[in-house]
């Protein structure tokens, strides 16, 4: 009986422990463009999911100009002014996409 309880209560530890890791790790990949890879390595494996989003590398496109990063749907880079074109940004066709569906 009470190791059918100790049972229940690790899992119940687990599943909240799964929870926060995910959100966590969510929080942590969502500035980097990262969200999903976050919240799956952050339910995974927790803390050490959370070291490996922030070792990933940024996915959002970047302006060739100043290296900033370039939201989705803008026409200018925000940090130096310079308009966006395919020479101007790194990965420009996911950028153009990620545009196409802002605008949609
Ligand atoms: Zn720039």
Known sequence: MSDDLDM???????????????LVGALIGRCRGRLVDGLGWGIILGPIGWLIVALLSDKRPKCSLCGGVINPGVSRCCHCGGEITPGTIQDYERWKKSKGSVES
Not at 9 to 15: A, P, T, V
Request: no cysteine; proline share 0%.
């Open 8 to 22: 229940t209560q690790f899992f119940i530890d687990l599943f909240i422990g799964m929870i926060i890791g995910g």
